[in-house]
């Protein structure tokens, strides 16, 4: 049986980290691994949440196991935050889960046991969600909604695919901060998704994982709250692995809202059954940090500072990059309207090696950026690296 297994290739992004870390040229110029960083290219624990983990450390009296639902008081203290008053609270139901990633595979399989069997995706994605789904059992309908080049994305198609999708198909929404392109519907679209999911019946499925991170904690919400204040069913994805900087402590929620208090309570049920199936109950500590931080009034006030200059950060190397122009063919100027960490560049993946080889630029294959990666000094490397690469 095993025999039928083959050799599947490395992660491309892991291999990336590797050959940055081998390349001896002290000027490289890393924009490929996905993590903030600051103005140093560190990542650092945020100092909110080191303050968290210290009071933790001083007064949790048990490592008894939660339930499946995790950390409720997490849960809670982050709800309204993120959902504002969007949703009826005994419409909406929610769990802790490992990550963001937790969350999108447990709300694939609640979709995959209501008999949901297709969900739409505007391509590019992040890489990883066809895979999730595919893997609960769903097709992923994928469907192009991006012109890389002028770095626009195209609202028409994207409501096409909404009018062409079935009544209880679902459709995958990318809250804010699109990874890989950092471009993100306006109001007026986030207003046009939100009346044909209702309309049309479709099941919104939002993956927020970089709230705070675009342009400030409630517009960077306003979508996902148009699109689920009007669905009768939806899904909401959420990570705290970037706006809390504890990426590997898997830190993540999924709230569900169904048209009513007794149909939310079924959903919960499925939810709590489907995480006991999967990991039992989630990792604590990067909720309780979270939580930690919620419920005390200065520590949030603190955390959402340091979230803001995070922000600010980005703002700011986007303008830079942008000021670049256009060089060659690609027009860098359309960078300071993206918001977050990423942009995807109109580059072919010879050039992305050419880049490397000869620059020690290193980025993913398909022209994907970290904004985070570059600083001031860099960012006019990046330039001349880019004038040479279309003058090669
Ligand atoms: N969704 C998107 C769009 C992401 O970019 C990521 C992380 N790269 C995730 C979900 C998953 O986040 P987590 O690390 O919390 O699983």
């Known amino acids: 049986a095993f025999e039928q297994l083959s ?3 490395a992660d491309p992004l892991l291999a990336l980290i590797g050959a940055y870390r081998d390349d001896p040229r002290p000027f490289k110029l890393d924009l490929g691994v996905g993590v903030f960083r600051d103005a140093a290219g560190g990542t650092p624990v945020m100092r909110a949440v080191k303050k968290a983990e210290e009071r933790l450390l001083a007064t949790q009296d048990s490592k008894s196991y939660l339930g499946p639902e995790g950390d ?7 709800a309204p935050l993120v959902l504002g008053d969007a949703v009826p609270a005994e419409r909406l139901a929610g769990i802790q889960t490992p990550g963001g990633t937790g969350a999108l595979r447990l709300g694939a399989e609640l979709l995959a046991r209501a008999g949901v069997s297709r969900i739409w995706i505007a391509t590019p994605s992040w890489p990883n969600h066809a895979p999730i789904f595919a893997a609960a059992g769903l097709t992923p309908e994928a469907f192009d909604a991006f012109d890389v080049a002028s770095q626009t994305l195209d609202g028409a198609a994207l409501l096409a695919a909404l009018d062409k999708a079935a009544p209880g198909d679902a459709v995958l ?3 804010c901060c699109h990874n890989p392109t950092g471009i993100d519907p306006d109001a007026a679209l986030w207003a046009e998704i939100a009346e044909r999911v209702e309309v049309r019946g479709l099941v919104p499925f939002v993956d927020l994982a970089y709230q705070g991170l675009g342009d400030g904690w409630d517009v960077d919400a306003a979508g996902a709250r148009a699109v689920l204040a009007r669905c009768r069913h939806g899904l909401l994805a959420y990570s705290c692995d970037k706006n ?4 590997r402590e898997r830190t993540g ?5 169904a048209p009513d208090a007794e149909a939310s309570a079924i959903l919960y049920s499925n939810l709590l059954a489907l ?5 039992s109950m989630p990792p604590d500590h990067g909720a309780a940090v979270a939580r930690i931080v919620l419920e005390d009034a200065a520590l949030t006030a603190e955390w959402r500072a340091e979230l803001d200059a995070m922000r600010e950060r ?7 990059v942008s000021a670049l122009g256009t060089i060659g063919s690609i027009d860098l100027a359309p960078i300071a309207r993206g918001k977050g960490m990423f942009a995807t560049l109109p580059l072919t993946r010879s050039q992305v090696a050419w880049l490397r080889e000869h620059h020690a630029i290193y980025m993913a294959a398909s022209g994907r950026i970290n904004i985070a990666g570059f600083s001031e000094a860099s960012i006019a490397r990046f330039g001349e690296a880019l004038k040479a690469l279309v003058e090669a």
């Open 7 to 9: 050799l599947l290739p």
């Open 253 to 257: 929620a999924l709230w569900t809202v």
């Open 275 to 279: 995480a006991r199936a999967n990991w």
């Open 173 to 175: 929404l990318h809250g």
């Open 244 to 247: 809390f900087a504890l990426y």
């Open 72 to 78: 409720a008081g997490f849960v809670a203290a982050l």
């Open 314 to 320: 980005l703002v700011t190397l986007r303008q830079g």
